[in-house]
C-alpha cells in the first residue's frame, strides 16, 4: 500500500519559514563576518608602507650617486619596487577573497634591501675613486713631467711628442673632472695618462738600450784616442753625444770640456745625407776654417765619411734602411754658433764661439776627432 | 507579498554597490601624468635637470602607489582624492624639469659654442703665428715640435665638435679649457721665439 504524501497546510507552512529564516539570517552574519575578518586582516597598511620605504631607499641610493658608481645594484632595487607594484596591481585586479599579498610584501623588502646595497657600494667606489684619483694625478702628472725634461733631450719623435700632449690634455681634463667632484670620469682619464705615459716610457727605454747597444766599443774608442793622445804627447778631442761634451785632451790629460749642441736626430749614427744625424765613429781633422772661411765662426771639418760609414751605409741601403738613390753626406764639421740651448745641426758639432775659438787654437789638421754615444762619463 | 519581493531586490542590488564600488580609479591623471615625466625624460630632463625631474619621478611613483592602495580598499571606502592631488603635482613637477631643462641645454650650449668659436680662432692664430716663426736652422726642430703639438691640439677639438653634436657638453667643454691652456702654452713660447730673433710680437 503507498504512503500518500501528507499535503501541506498552511500550518505546516508557518512551522517551516522561521526555520529558513534561522538558517539563512545565520550563514549571511557567517558570511559577513568572513568578510569582516579578511578585510580587517588585510595587509594595505604594511604593503604600502614596504613601498613607501622602498621607494625612500632608492631615492636616497640615487642621491648618494648610486647611478654612477652602483649603477647595476641601483638598476636591481628599481626593478625590485616595479615588480612590487606590478604584483599588487594584479592582485587589487582579483577579488580580496583571494589575494595573496606576500610576494608583494617580499618583493618591497628586497628592493629596500638592494637599494640599501647600492648606497653603501655608492659611497665605498666614490671614496675609493676619489682616493685614488688624488694619488693618480700626482703620479700622473709627475710622469708627464719627467717626460717632457728627460725625454725632450732624447730626440723625442713626432709620435712620442702627440701622445704627450694628448696626456697633457688629458690631464688638464682629469683636473677638471676632479674639481666638480666626478671621479669617474677622473679616474679612467688619469688611467689614460698613466698608460700613455708608460707607453713612452717603455719605448725610450727601448730606444736607449738600442742606442746603449755600442757602448762597449764607444768607451774602447774612448779609451784608445786618450791612450793616444798620451801616448804622442797630443791633443785629441772625444764628443760625447750623451753626455753633450766636447772634451779635448791633451798628453792624455783632460784639458777643457765645451758643452755641445748636435742634429735633431743626434740619437742615431748618420747613415745619409739628410739625416740630421750626428756620427759616431773615429775621425781625424781634414780642414780649419777661420774667419771669413764660415759662416759658423770658426770650424774644423773631419774626415767622414770613413771605410766604417761607408760598410753601414752599403749594408743599410742593400737592407732597404735607406732609399737606393740616397746619398752618404759629408761636410761634418765642429764649428762655432753654438748656445742655442737645442740640437740644431745637419749632423754637426755646435760649440759656442768662445769655445769654439778655444778649440780652433789648439786643434790641427790630424787631429784625432772620436765621437761616440757615450763614453761611460757624465 | 509583492512588498517582500522589492525589498529582496533592494537589498540584492545594495550588495552589489557594497562589492563592485562607486569611486573609480583616476585613469585620466595617470596617463597624463606618465606622458609628462616621459616627454621630459625625452627632452633630457634627466641630465640637465636632475633634481626637479627626479622630484617629478618620485611623486609619481608615490601617486601610483597611493592608487593601488584605494584599489586595495573596500569599495565603499575608496577615495581617489589624495592620489589625483599628487598625480597632478607629478605632472607640474615633469613639465617644470621638461623647461628647466631646455633653458639648462640652451644656456649650456650657448656658451660651449663661443667657447669653440673662441679656441679655434685661438688655435688657427697659432698656427698662423708658426708660419711666421724664426725659420733658422736652430728653430727648425722647435717649430716641428709646435706643429705636432697643435696637430693634436686640432684633433682634441674634433672630439670636442663630436661632443657638441651628442650633446655631452660638460665633457666637451673640458676638452675646449684644455685645447685652450696648451694652445696658449704653445703661442706663449712662439711669441719668446719671435722676441728673441727681433721679431714683433702677436
Not at chain 1, 790641427?364 to 772620436?370: E, L, Q, Y
Given at each position: 500500500?503507498?504512503?500518500?504524501?501528507?499535503?501541506?497546510?498552511?500550518?505546516?507552512?508557518?512551522?517551516?519559514?522561521?526555520?529558513?529564516?534561522?538558517?539563512?539570517?545565520?550563514?549571511?552574519?557567517?558570511?559577513?563576518?568572513?568578510?569582516?575578518?579578511?578585510?580587517?586582516?588585510?595587509?594595505?597598511?604594511?604593503?604600502d608602507a614596504g613601498l613607501k620605504q622602498c621607494r625612500s631607499a632608492v631615492s636616497e641610493a640615487r642621491a648618494h650617486g648610486?647611478?654612477?658608481?652602483?649603477?647595476?645594484?641601483?638598476?636591481?632595487?628599481?626593478?625590485?619596487?616595479?615588480?612590487?607594484?606590478?604584483?599588487?596591481?594584479?592582485?587589487?585586479?582579483?577579488?580580496?577573497?583571494?589575494?595573496?599579498?606576500?610576494?608583494?610584501?617580499?618583493?618591497?623588502?628586497?628592493?629596500?634591501?638592494?637599494?640599501?646595497?647600492?648606497?653603501?657600494?655608492?659611497?665605498?667606489?666614490?671614496?675609493?675613486?676619489?682616493?685614488?684619483?688624488?694619488?693618480?694625478?700626482?703620479?700622473?702628472?709627475?710622469?708627464?713631467?719627467?717626460?717632457?725634461?728627460?725625454?725632450?733631450?732624447?730626440?723625442?719623435?713626432?709620435?712620442?711628442?702627440?701622445?704627450?700632449?694628448?696626456?697633457?690634455?688629458?690631464?688638464?681634463?682629469?683636473?677638471?673632472?676632479?674639481?666638480?667632484?666626478?671621479?669617474?670620469?677622473?679616474?679612467?682619464?688619469?688611467?689614460?695618462?698613466?698608460?700613455?705615459?708608460?707607453?713612452?716610457?717603455?719605448?725610450?727605454?727601448?730606444?736607449?738600450?738600442?742606442?746603449?747597444?755600442?757602448?762597449?766599443?764607444?768607451?774602447?774608442?774612448?779609451?784608445?784616442?786618450?791612450?793616444?793622445?798620451?801616448?804622442?804627447?797630443?791633443?785629441?778631442?772625444?764628443?760625447?753625444?750623451?753626455?753633450?761634451?766636447?772634451?779635448?785632451?791633451?798628453?792624455?790629460?783632460?784639458?777643457?770640456?765645451?758643452?755641445?749642441?748636435?742634429?735633431?736626430?743626434?740619437?742615431?749614427?748618420?747613415?745619409?745625407?739628410?739625416?740630421?744625424?750626428?756620427?759616431?765613429?773615429?775621425?781625424?781633422?781634414?780642414?780649419?776654417?777661420?774667419?771669413?772661411?764660415?759662416?759658423?765662426?770658426?770650424?774644423?771639418?773631419?774626415?767622414?765619411?770613413?771605410?766604417?760609414?761607408?760598410?753601414?751605409?752599403?749594408?743599410?741601403?742593400?737592407?732597404?734602411r735607406i732609399p737606393s738613390g740616397a746619398r752618404i753626406g759629408g761636410l761634418i764639421e765642429i764649428h762655432g754658433g753654438g748656445?742655442?740651448?737645442?740640437?740644431?745641426?745637419?749632423?754637426?758639432?755646435?760649440?759656442?764661439?768662445?769655445?769654439?775659438?778655444?778649440?780652433?787654437?789648439?786643434?790641427?789638421?790630424?787631429?784625432?776627432?772620436?765621437?761616440?754615444?757615450?763614453?761611460?762619463?757624465? | 507579498?509583492?512588498?517582500?519581493?522589492?525589498?529582496?531586490?533592494?537589498?540584492?542590488?545594495?550588495?552589489?554597490?557594497?562589492?563592485?564600488?562607486?569611486?573609480?580609479?583616476?585613469?585620466?591623471?595617470?596617463?597624463?601624468?606618465?606622458?609628462?615625466?616621459?616627454?621630459?625624460?625625452?627632452?633630457?630632463?634627466?641630465?640637465?635637470?636632475?633634481?626637479?625631474?627626479?622630484?617629478?619621478?618620485?611623486?609619481?611613483?608615490?601617486?601610483?602607489?597611493?592608487?593601488?592602495?584605494?584599489?586595495?580598499?573596500?569599495?565603499?571606502?575608496?577615495?581617489?582624492?589624495?592620489?589625483?592631488?599628487?598625480?597632478?603635482?607629478?605632472?607640474?613637477?615633469?613639465?617644470?624639469?621638461?623647461?628647466?631643462?631646455?633653458?639648462?641645454?640652451?644656456?649650456?650650449?650657448?656658451?660651449?659654442?663661443?667657447?669653440?668659436?673662441?679656441?679655434?680662432?685661438?688655435?688657427?692664430?697659432?698656427?698662423?703665428?708658426?708660419?711666421?716663426?724664426?725659420?733658422?736652422?736652430?728653430?727648425?726642430?722647435?717649430?716641428?715640435?709646435?706643429?705636432?703639438?697643435?696637430?693634436?691640439?686640432?684633433?682634441?677639438?674634433?672630439?670636442?665638435?663630436?661632443?657638441?653634436?651628442?650633446?655631452?657638453?660638460?665633457?666637451?667643454?673640458?676638452?675646449?679649457?684644455?685645447?685652450?691652456?696648451?694652445?696658449?702654452?704653445?703661442?706663449?713660447?712662439?711669441?719668446?721665439?719671435?722676441?728673441?730673433?727681433?721679431?714683433?710680437?702677436?
Amino acid at each position: 500500500m503507498k504512503h500518500r504524501r501528507t499535503p501541506t497546510t498552511p500550518s505546516t507552512r508557518r512551522r517551516r519559514l522561521p526555520l529558513i529564516r534561522i538558517v539563512g539570517g545565520g550563514l549571511f552574519l557567517c558570511g559577513c563576518l568572513f568578510v569582516a575578518v579578511r578585510v580587517l586582516a588585510s595587509p594595505t597598511g604594511v604593503i604600502d608602507a614596504g613601498l613607501k620605504q622602498c621607494r625612500s631607499a632608492v631615492s636616497e641610493a640615487r642621491a648618494h650617486g648610486a647611478s654612477t658608481y652602483a649603477p647595476e645594484q641601483l638598476a636591481a632595487a628599481a626593478a625590485a619596487y616595479e615588480q612590487a607594484m606590478s604584483a599588487w596591481q594584479r592582485q587589487n585586479r582579483r577579488s580580496f577573497l583571494v589575494r595573496d599579498l606576500d610576494s608583494v610584501r617580499i618583493r618591497a623588502s628586497q628592493g629596500a634591501a638592494l637599494a640599501l646595497e647600492a648606497v653603501s657600494r655608492a659611497v665605498a667606489v666614490c671614496d675609493s675613486l676619489k682616493k685614488s684619483a688624488h694619488v693618480n694625478i700626482a703620479i700622473a702628472s709627475q710622469s708627464v713631467e719627467d717626460i717632457r725634461d728627460q725625454f725632450g733631450n732624447l730626440a723625442m719623435s713626432t709620435a712620442w711628442r702627440r701622445r704627450l700632449v694628448e696626456s697633457e690634455l688629458l690631464l688638464s681634463q682629469a683636473r677638471a673632472a676632479l674639481q666638480r667632484a666626478d671621479y669617474l670620469v677622473a679616474s679612467r682619464k688619469l688611467d689614460r695618462v698613466i698608460a700613455l705615459s708608460s707607453q713612452i716610457d717603455n719605448e725610450a727605454s727601448t730606444r736607449i738600450q738600442r742606442y746603449l747597444a755600442s757602448k762597449p766599443l764607444w768607451i774602447q774608442w774612448s779609451d784608445e784616442t786618450v791612450a793616444w793622445s798620451r801616448s804622442h804627447n797630443d791633443v785629441a778631442v772625444i764628443v760625447d753625444k750623451m753626455a753633450r761634451t766636447c772634451r779635448v785632451y791633451s798628453a792624455g790629460r783632460l784639458s777643457c770640456e765645451f758643452a755641445a749642441e748636435f742634429g735633431p736626430n743626434w740619437m742615431s749614427h748618420k747613415l745619409r745625407q739628410g739625416d740630421d744625424a750626428t756620427p759616431e765613429g773615429r775621425y781625424r781633422v781634414s780642414a780649419r776654417k777661420g774667419a771669413g772661411q764660415t759662416v759658423y765662426y770658426r770650424a774644423l771639418a773631419i774626415d767622414y765619411p770613413n771605410e766604417r760609414d761607408r760598410t753601414l751605409f752599403r749594408a743599410a741601403q742593400k737592407e732597404g734602411r735607406i732609399p737606393s738613390g740616397a746619398r752618404i753626406g759629408g761636410l761634418i764639421e765642429i764649428h762655432g754658433g753654438g748656445g742655442k740651448a737645442c740640437d740644431w745641426t745637419n749632423g754637426c758639432v755646435a760649440l759656442s764661439n768662445a769655445d769654439m775659438e778655444r778649440l780652433y787654437r789648439m786643434a790641427r789638421a790630424g787631429t784625432p776627432v772620436t765621437i761616440v754615444g757615450t763614453s761611460g762619463k757624465p | 507579498m509583492k512588498f517582500k519581493a522589492l525589498v529582496s531586490v533592494a537589498a540584492v542590488a545594495a550588495s552589489m554597490g557594497v562589492f563592485t564600488g562607486c569611486a573609480k580609479a583616476p585613469t585620466a591623471d595617470i596617463d597624463a601624468a606618465k606622458k609628462a615625466i616621459e616627454t621630459a625624460k625625452t627632452a633630457q630632463a634627466d641630465q640637465y635637470a636632475a633634481a626637479s625631474y627626479q622630484s617629478a619621478d618620485d611623486t609619481l611613483k608615490a601617486a601610483l602607489a597611493e592608487v593601488e592602495k584605494q584599489n586595495a580598499a573596500m569599495a565603499l571606502s575608496r577615495n581617489y582624492t589624495e592620489a589625483s592631488r599628487l598625480l597632478k603635482v607629478a605632472a607640474t613637477l615633469s613639465a617644470k624639469s621638461e623647461a628647466d631643462a631646455a633653458s639648462g641645454k640652451e644656456a649650456m650650449k650657448a656658451e660651449i659654442e663661443s667657447s669653440v668659436t673662441a679656441t679655434k680662432s685661438a688655435l688657427q692664430a697659432a698656427k698662423d703665428l708658426l708660419k711666421k716663426a724664426p725659420k733658422g736652422k736652430e728653430g727648425k726642430e722647435a717649430l716641428q715640435a709646435m706643429e705636432a703639438e697643435l696637430s693634436t691640439v686640432d684633433a682634441s677639438l674634433v672630439q670636442a665638435d663630436a661632443d657638441v653634436a651628442a650633446a655631452n657638453y660638460v665633457a666637451a667643454k673640458d676638452k675646449l679649457t684644455a685645447a685652450q691652456g696648451k694652445i696658449q702654452q704653445i703661442t706663449d713660447e712662439l711669441n719668446k721665439a719671435i722676441e728673441k730673433t727681433g721679431g714683433k710680437k702677436k
